[in-house]
């Protein structure tokens, strides 16, 4: 527990002096450019021979610090796509909650962090779709009552990631329990500071995607996964700017190139998540339907 407890007050300290950690990447993941895939860029950035990628703190298996490596699925996607366009990646760590906010400021090009399309999201920035996932509640082994689906929240203390959609599903949930069996929901930078709640008692479970609960159990024998709530494709986010429509279709055949070479099953198997692998990208912009979740 120290080591949740150490790693969350240096992730509040960054979230409240607004510096983000910029880590070295690994470099494990390798891909072979495709010109044809390169040509599809828009000109300053191909130009530049940059991609500002964010990477959201969402811990293992999909992005963690290993010393002064960013390790992950996520890191390793972020390489893979860069590889394939042809350009260096600038991978930032940062809180999930800054995620979109940082591409609207034109901090980042792109930003993983598995969001899942939604029309909110759809009106500040485009998507490309890379995986696939559900949600769970995380909980104490010890706790009397286990949470397995959103009417489970009555009379509760819940919570989720800051700016996760799962967040959005409690907050949505909520106001149909009786007022006398209200529910209660919080909001964390960071599993760590969730699973610090758990033990402290002032939340019964956190809903989270579910590889972030896997790696959570792994780190902790005293946590339990349970219930399988919403879930489909998650999205790789764009800043929408001027070069989002060519950023997009680059990104949407980097993918494609990853998924059709081989080297987005070798990445998921690297990092066990072979679970959500997804068998093709499409590309989400303003007014485009979202995928139906299930929440």
């Not at 400021?105 to 939604?118: N, Q, R």
């Not at 920035?125 to 949600?135: K, P």
């Not at 106001?175 to 760590?192: I, R």
């Not at 590309?283 to 979202?290: E, K, V």
Request: glycine residues 10%.
């Amino acid at each position: 527990m120290y080591q949740h407890r150490r790693y969350a007050l240096r992730l509040i300290a960054a979230v409240l002096t607004g510096v983000f950690m910029t880590v070295t990447a690994s470099a494990e993941v390798v891909a072979q450019k495709s010109d044809k895939v390169a040509a599809l860029l828009p000109d300053d950035i191909r130009g530049a021979g940059v991609l500002r990628i964010a990477v959201p703190d969402i811990g293992k298996p999909l992005a963690f610090k290993d010393g002064n490596a960013l390790k992950g699925m996520d890191v390793d996607l972020a390489n893979a796509v860069a590889q394939v366009m042809g350009l260096k990646p600038e991978i930032s760590l940062i809180p999930f909650s800054a995620a979109l906010t940082g591409l609207q400021a034109d901090k980042f090009d792109i930003s993983f962090g598995e969001f899942y399309v939604t029309n909110e999201r759809l009106k500040v920035v485009d998507f490309v779709t890379d995986w696939q996932d559900y949600s769970s509640f995380l909980a104490l082994k010890s706790a009397k009552y286990r949470l397995a689906s959103l009417g489970d929240i009555c009379g509760r203390s819940v919570g989720a990631m800051a700016g996760s959609a799962e967040l959005e599903s409690l907050k949505a949930a909520a106001p149909k329990c009786a007022s006398n069996n209200a529910a209660t929901v919080s909001s964390f930078p960071s599993v760590s500071n969730a699973v610090l709640a758990m033990h402290s008692a002032r939340v019964d479970g956190v809903l989270i995607n579910r590889g972030g609960a896997q790696e959570s159990i792994r780190m902790d024998d005293g946590l339990v996964a349970t219930g399988e709530i919403g879930g489909g494709p998650t999205a790789t986010a764009i800043a929408r700017n001027k070069n989002a429509e060519k950023l997009g279709q680059a990104l949407e055949a980097a993918y494609d190139q990853l998924i059709g070479s081989g080297v987005y099953t070798e990445i998921m198997k690297a990092n066990d998540t072979s679970y959500g692998a997804a068998k093709s990208a499409i590309i989400y912009q303003q007014g485009s339907t979202p995928p139906n979740y299930g929440f």
